[in-house]
């Protein structure tokens, strides 16, 4: 099973390629890019959400092995402050699973957008041969 899930340096070089892609913008007008977009956005769509699961694979990895480690300091703080410390121990795979998170939700988005790009094309299509 581990060797399925990709290590941390390869989630992030995928997540900044990915959120390189997003951030890009394309006009409505030019609906041959929107269904290009949509294509590469429906295979971001599988990976982000891949990527995400490796993230969450890391953050319990590294919080079974913090918690074992950290036990004995951690029965001693009050239960909020020990999630808080928790949180602290595993802070760099909270922010890639944070980060995979908001990327697959934005891809997601952007998909739906595309979508109403399209049929709202496609609309404007059929209004036009019905008035001609």
Known sequence: MKELVADKESIK?????????I???ISEEEITAVEIR????NA???????LLADAKYHRDEKLKDSVFDNLKEILKLSAT??????D??????NYLVNWADRINRTVTHQLDWCR???SKQKEELRQNQYSN
């Open 23 to 25: 951030e890009l913008n």
């Open 88 to 93: 602290s121990l595993c802070k760099e795979e």
């Open 38 to 41: 949509g294509n590469e956005l």
């Open 116 to 118: 109403s790009v399209l």
């Open 81 to 86: 402050t020990a999630n808080k410390y928790i």
């Open 44 to 50: 971001y769509m599988a990976r982000s959400g891949k």
């Open 13 to 21: 070089f995928e997540l900044k390629a990915i959120q390189d892609f």
